[in-house]
């Protein structure tokens, strides 16, 4: 059974950095890609990056430059690291994983975590 388990969120001011960890009890993350989505409220869920099992890396144009995803297969783990953060960061932000590559929307991904605040304050 995959169980994706999201981390390391919380309440931040603009231009600081958090660093949020997605860590898998079913070992997915050996097998394909995993992304990172955010969900604001009142909003519907959008990609924010993914990393297939490779290591390649995409991400959406509103955090590129200043998020960074990483995986260590090893650990079943994945990581979002970001930095100079903005109040429109502000959401709450998912793990989900797949047994392909990557993929940029949430009807392609098969597992979720439960997701994890993040805020950020002006």
């Known amino acids: 059974q995959v169980q994706l388990v999201e981390s390391g969120g919380g309440l931040v001011q603009a231009g600081g950095s958090l660093r949020l960890s997605c860590v898998d009890s079913g070992r997915t993350f050996s097998i394909g890609a995993v992304g990172w989505f955010r969900q604001a409220s009142g909003k519907e869920r959008v990609f924010v990056a993914a990393i297939s099992r490779n290591g390649a890396t995409y991400y959406a144009d509103s955090v590129k430059g200043r998020f960074i995803i990483s995986r260590d297969n090893a650990k079943n783990m994945v990581y979002l690291q970001m930095n100079s953060l903005k109040p429109e960061d502000t959401a709450v932000y998912y793990c989900?994983?797949?047994?392909?590559?990557?993929?940029?929307?949430?009807?392609?991904?098969?597992?979720w975590g439960q997701g994890t605040q993040v805020t950020v304050s002006a």
């Open positions: 989900a994983a797949r047994q392909v590559g990557v993929a940029t929307t949430t009807s392609n991904y098969d597992y």
